[in-house]
């Protein structure tokens, strides 16, 4: 993904901005979803990048959202994750963030980032 922009010539803090949060959600899905896909979509002043799963689902959307909030096992925090950092860190890198997720159907998370906010396609 990072190639691919930067080959389109996105800046460079855009494209390090969505790949914390493909990185993280794509870490989400290892660690706490199922079967998972990441897509990423562009138009003229926005790439959309969305990490979906169909695994058991977040309980608490906005409890998932604080930071330092985690379910991850003993193993995954023995291998250094599982600091609850991973949805504010996207929260925080991404322009806009929708977190969607069903009980048992999985999650979608959509993050948006505005091409011409100051670091836009070069
Ligand atoms: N794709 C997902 N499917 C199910 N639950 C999820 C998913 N993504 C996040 N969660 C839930 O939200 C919590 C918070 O996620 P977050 O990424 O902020 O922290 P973490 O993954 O536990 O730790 P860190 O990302 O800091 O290593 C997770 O512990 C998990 O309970
Ligand atoms: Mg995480």
């Known amino acids: 993904m990072q190639t691919l922009l ?15 949060c493909g990185y993280e959600g794509e870490m989400n899905v290892v660690m706490h979803g199922g079967d998972g896909s990441l897509s990423f979509a562009i138009n003229n002043d926005e790439l959309i990048l ?28 023995e291998m250094g994750f599982g600091a609850g950092m991973g949805l504010p860190n996207m929260k ?14 999985g999650t979608r998370v959509r993050m ?11």
């Open 6 to 20: 930067k080959t389109l010539d996105f800046n460079p803090q855009l494209v390090r901005r969505a790949a914390i």
């Open 50 to 77: 969305e990490i979906s799963d169909d695994g058991p689902g977040i309980v608490d959307i906005e409890k998932a959202m604080q930071a330092g909030f985690s379910t991850a096992s003993d193993e995954h925090r």
């Open 92 to 105: 925080k890198n991404a322009d806009d963030i929708i977190v969607e997720s069903e009980k048992s159907q």
């Open 112 to 122: 948006v980032f505005f091409i011409d906010k100051g670091d836009g396609a070069g």
